[in-house]
């Protein structure tokens, strides 16, 4: 089974965010089930690793320009995703800049189909990049991590009063020394991500939008705090109360342009508690999209600039369209991520029967 890897959001090897593309080809897929791709996106132990599912008797040798369309796999190593932005745009540009395969116009996730084109624009460097236009499905959680202390205080303090002392209480305690254990010693930082929203880009993507008040605090995160709360305490209940969910720090910069068009620099970081991830296109689409809700104008294009600190820039492009909704506020109508990739790896995965 072939593979290719990439640095996306980059034109440059070794910076960026590296991307694993396994190529299957129809007669290996249902040899592959997903035991066996989460084992594949273990042993690459990037942020994410992409399957691309090739159509019956197609090579990349032998293209079938029959359909545009290419179904398109995403796993961490711990679990599939339903969508993320590097292995979309990798993809992309494996297929149309490096193969060539311009009749593909839709790769197709676990979310659901996204539109693919190539663009001479590419997030930054100047040189020809790809553009998707993602599902989004974007949701404002009612909680944040303050919320959810003060709640658990409350709660406290009315089950000593009533002389209560049950399990639930206990569990609650634990959540909230989950959060306290979770958040960063700096008073700035911290006061941030206590009040910082959380918001989904779709169904099962959450992202904790925190926002710091210059570079050098973004500069002062760091890896390796304990994980923060179980995702259903943060996350409203139903469709949206599960999945995953990631801490998204960033500093808003200048902007261009005015009226119902125009543009913003984001400096940003995704600090997990075991990892920093150089360049997170669904945060980005999640964070722009947020910011164009809370915003006048109609069109935004947003340059989200990741991974300076770790030494692995990235240059993230987010165009956001919105509008009036119906109910007074604002509605996002369409969401496109662009960049660019450059290919560093080829090789054979020898898959074990």
């Known amino acids: 089974m072939h593979f290719i890897t990439l640095d996306v959001f980059t034109d440059t090897p070794f910076l960026g965010n590296p991307l694993a593309v396994v190529i299957v080809e129809a007669r290996e897929r249902d040899g592959?089930?997903?035991?066996?791709?989460?084992?594949?996106?273990?042993?690459?132990?990037?942020?994410?690793?992409?399957?691309?599912?090739?159509?019956?008797?197609?090579t990349?040798?032998?293209?079938?320009?029959?359909?545009?369309?290419?179904?398109?796999?995403?796993?961490?190593?711990?679990?599939?995703?339903?969508?993320?932005?590097?292995?979309?745009i990798g993809t992309a540009y494996f297929l149309l800049r490096?193969?060539?395969?311009?009749?593909?116009?839709?790769?197709?996730?676990?979310?659901?189909?996204?539109?693919?084109?190539?663009?001479?624009?590419?997030?930054?460097?100047?040189?020809?990049?790809v553009l998707a236009s993602i599902p989004h499905d974007v949701h404002l959680h009612s909680r944040t991590l303050r919320s959810l202390l003060q709640a658990q205080q409350?709660?406290?303090?009315?089950?000593?009063?009533?002389?209560?002392?049950?399990?639930?209480?206990?569990?609650?305690?634990?959540?909230?020394?989950?959060?306290?254990?979770?958040?960063?010693?700096?008073?700035?930082?911290?006061?941030?991500?206590?009040?910082?929203?959380?918001v989904s880009i779709v169904k099962g993507m959450a992202f904790v939008l925190v926002e710091l008040p210059s570079l050098g605090h973004l500069g002062r995160v760091r890896a390796g705090r304990r994980p923060g709360p179980p995702p259903a305490s943060l996350l409203d209940?139903?469709?949206?109360?599960?999945?995953?969910?990631?801490?998204?720090?960033?500093v808003r910069g200048g902007g261009g342009g005015g009226g119902r068009r125009t543009e913003e620099a984001v400096r940003?970081?995704?600090?997990?508690?075991?990892?920093?991830?150089?360049?997170?296109?669904?945060?980005?689409?999640?964070?722009?999209?947020?910011?164009?809700?809370?915003?006048?104008?109609?069109?935004?294009?947003?340059?989200?600039?990741?991974?300076?600190?770790?030494?692995?820039?990235?240059?993230?492009?987010?165009?956001?369209?919105?509008g009036a909704g119906g109910d007074g506020g604002r509605v996002i109508k369409e969401v496109r991520l662009g960049g660019t990739a450059t290919v560093v790896m080829k090789g054979e995965i020898q898959v074990p029967a």
């Open 32 to 58: 592959l089930d997903r035991a066996r791709k989460q084992l594949i996106a273990r042993e690459f132990n990037l942020s994410e690793t992409a399957f691309l599912y090739l159509r019956p008797g197609e």
């Open 60 to 88: 990349l040798q032998r293209p079938d320009r029959s359909s545009s369309a290419r179904e398109l796999g995403i796993f961490t190593t711990e679990q599939e995703l339903p969508f993320a932005g590097h292995p979309t």
């Open 98 to 129: 490096h193969l060539g395969w311009d009749f593909v116009d839709t790769i197709v996730p676990r979310a659901g189909p996204i539109r693919i084109t190539k663009t001479t624009t590419d997030g930054g460097s100047g040189g020809g990049g």
């Open 154 to 198: 409350q709660k406290k303090q009315q089950q000593q009063q009533q002389g209560d002392d049950d399990s639930e209480g206990e569990e609650e305690e634990g959540i909230a020394a989950r959060i306290q254990a979770s958040l960063h010693d700096d008073s700035d930082i911290r006061d941030a991500e206590l009040d910082a929203p959380a």
């Open 237 to 250: 209940e139903g469709p949206w109360a599960d999945g995953f969910v990631g801490r998204y720090y960033f």
């Open 268 to 322: 940003a970081r995704l600090v997990a508690p075991s990892l920093e991830d150089p360049a997170t296109g669904s945060a980005a689409s999640a964070l722009a999209s947020y910011l164009s809700l809370r915003g006048e104008a109609d069109e935004v294009r947003y340059r989200v600039t990741q991974g300076v600190e770790m030494g692995r820039k990235s240059d993230i492009e987010v165009n956001v369209v919105s």
